[in-house]
């Protein structure tokens, strides 16, 4: 396998494929057994009615066959903000590995059902704390919503449902790029572009 500092002549190594998705979770199947913390953390983009952006951190939960699964609560500001564009970008970076994968495309909400299964798998407290939070809208204090989840873990009992307010979003990718940190700043950069609606995918290698 090629080390992340090896300048490839060509398409292969840790590049090597005929399926982004495919690639994707390769490289964070390697990050997951050298990363300390959240491998599956990205920073993800969207913008507000004046177009300004805003980018938080989220865990990716899934790399399907073609596209990208995360879950929040509908009603907090980035919920909003995908909902009304329909379109979104994050970045996946490992400093252990020197390697990034960078994706723009659309945005479309998951089944029910999905959303419930992986609920389900959550923990208790991570169940009661989604139903406990109001995302992005303002907190007087903490102890309020200590006291909240607290008074939630007795009302919904061991195995509290879903609430309606939360679920999944699925990003559905027209640009996937594969970067790879080179000696002396000479970095591989792969480009796979798509239009959308397509599966079609056009591969290129870009400067660094």
Not at 31 to 50: F, K, M
Not at 170 to 191: M, Q, S
Not at 192 to 204: A, I, L, P, Y
């Amino acid at each position: 396998m090629m080390k992340p500092n090896e300048l490839s002549s060509d398409r292969g190594g840790v590049f090597e494929g005929d399926d982004p998705f495919v690639i994707a979770r390769n490289w964070l199947a390697e990050a997951n057994e050298t990363e300390a913390n959240d491998p599956n953390a990205v920073a993800l983009a969207t913008v507000d009615d004046d177009g300004l952006p805003n980018v938080r951190m989220v865990l990716l939960k899934d790399i399907e066959a073609n596209g990208f699964v995360f879950f929040t609560n509908y009603t907090s500001a980035k919920a909003a903000e995908l909902q009304a564009t329909g379109k979104a970008a994050f970045v996946m970076h490992w400093k252990s590995l020197r390697r990034q994968i960078r994706v723009r495309g659309v945005v479309s909400t998951v089944t029910d059902a999905e959303s419930d299964a992986y609920f389900n798998s959550r923990s208790v407290f991570s169940r009661v704390g989604a139903w406990a939070s109001d995302q992005s809208s303002p907190l007087d204090n903490r102890q309020l919503l200590v006291d909240r989840a607290a008074e939630l873990t007795q009302s919904l009992g061991s195995n509290p449902d879903r609430p309606p307010h939360w679920g999944g979003f699925r990003i559905t990718p027209v640009e996937i790029e594969f970067w790879c940190d080179g000696a002396n700043r000479l970095h591989d950069r792969f480009v796979w572009r798509r239009k959308e609606n397509e599966t079609q995918w056009t591969v290129g290698r870009l400067n660094p």
